[in-house]
């Protein structure tokens, strides 16, 4: 799966949402995140992120290698499960952590 990191904190430019043929990338409040099941690994996503935010879940930055767990429990954590599709769900208004700890990032 691909993972989105700290960079898209308050920034969700949201470019990637356009590129993903599956629409497996969620709204949360802060930021966006891929569903680890549902995401097919395409790498569309990935350069177009302006912030750079998007990795291939074994290039993910060592700085940041909670996203990879936040990622997925985003949607255990919300109770999405998986819902198959992003479009339909929206906005979630909610985070997880470390997104939902961290001080106003833009
Ligand atoms: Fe965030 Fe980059 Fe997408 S800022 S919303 S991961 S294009
Ligand atoms: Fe979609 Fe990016 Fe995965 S475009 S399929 S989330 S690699």
């Known amino acids: 799966t691909y993972v989105i990191t ?4 308050d920034v969700l430019d949201k ?7 599956v629409d497996c990338i969620y709204e949360g409040d802060r930021m966006l995140y891929i569903h680890p099941d549902e995401c097919i690994d395409c790498a569309a ?3 177009v992120c302006p912030v750079e935010a998007i990795y291939y879940e ?5 700085e940041w290698a909670t996203y990879t767990t936040a990622n997925a429990e985003f949607f255990s954590a919300t109770g999405l499960g998986s819902p198959g599709g992003a479009a ?5 208004g ?9 001080p106003p990032q833009a």
Do not use: N
């Open 6 to 9: 700290q960079p898209c904190v």
């Open 15 to 21: 470019s990637c949402i356009d590129e993903c043929p």
């Open 45 to 47: 996503c990935e350069p």
């Open 58 to 62: 074994d290039d993910v930055p060592e």
């Open 88 to 92: 339909r769900v929206g906005k979630t």
């Open 94 to 102: 909610t985070d997880v952590a470390p997104v939902s700890e961290l």
